[in-house]
């Protein structure tokens, strides 16, 4: 069975740090694995998806993640954190390429990103 | 091009009472994706449909729960006799075969 483990519910970093949020997941076939953002009261959004074709992903708002097979890993980061990146930050995999038509997302629990200024 | 739409974005129900919550996919989509979130918790899949079809309900709750989505018209997600358990904000996503799902906003439950 598939799951996915975002470790940290809560990360705190300063207006202009390092971002790392961190995902491991466990799946049987080889995955499809996502980064969603979500703002307060709002659904969510799309950073970036890995379907194989490159282990390192470029997503909107200068995010990207890097998927390591050997440590079944795909943590999201970003170079420097701006104010308006505080947000709840959702890891998924699926074993369907667009997480869609075959299968379903099954997510983390979120890790919360606060910026400091 | 309009998103996927929810509607409406907040319902309080009684306890006994039915909640009916709608979602109008993207256009163009045909695949549609309902999710639970409980608080502190992620999103968690209820029922995966296309036109006229339930694909996956492996998900939804035995009892009281049941969606569908007509040949016309939105997807309807319906939870009959609402306990305070079923409070959460429940999520439509909808995709075209093979890409990434898109997500409405939301509609919040709250259960007095």
């Known amino acids: 069975a598939q799951s996915v483990t975002q470790l940290g519910s809560h990360v705190s970093v300063s207006e202009g740090a390092l971002v790392l949020l961190r995902c491991n997941y466990s799946?049987?076939?080889?995955?499809?694995l996502f980064w969603y953002v979500q703002y307060p009261n709002q659904g969510l959004q799309l950073l970036l998806k890995?379907?194989?074709?490159?282990?390192l992903v470029k997503g909107i708002n200068g995010f990207e993640a890097e998927f390591k097979k050997s440590e079944t890993s795909f943590h999201l980061t970003k170079p420097s954190a701006h104010m308006s990146d505080a947000a709840e930050y959702f890891c998924?995999?699926?074993?369907?390429?667009?997480?869609?038509?075959?299968?379903?997302?099954?997510f983390g629990k979120g890790t919360k990103l606060s910026v400091k200024p | 091009n309009a998103g996927v739409m929810q509607n409406p974005r907040h319902l309080v129900r009684r306890r006994g009472q039915e909640a009916r919550l709608r979602c109008s996919p993207m256009?163009?989509?045909?695949?549609v994706y309902w999710y639970r979130q409980l608080p502190e918790e992620g999103l968690k899949f209820m029922v995966y449909?296309?036109?006229?079809?339930?694909?996956?309900e492996s998900g939804m709750p035995k009892e009281r729960f049941s969606a569908e989505f007509p040949k016309e018209g939105p997807s309807i997600l319906r939870i009959q006799q609402v306990v305070r358990g079923d409070s959460a904000a429940y999520f439509c996503?909808?995709?075209?075969?093979?890409?990434?799902?898109?997500f409405g906003d939301g509609t919040r439950l709250s259960i007095l």
């Open positions: 996503a909808s995709s075209r075969g093979g890409e990434p799902q898109h």
């Open positions: 998924a995999v699926s074993e369907a390429s667009g997480g869609g038509s075959q299968g379903n997302l099954i």
């Open positions: 449909l296309q036109k006229e079809n339930i694909i996956d």
């Open positions: 256009k163009g989509h045909s695949h």
């Open positions: 890995y379907t194989s074709a490159a282990t």
């Open positions: 799946s049987s076939v080889p995955p499809y």
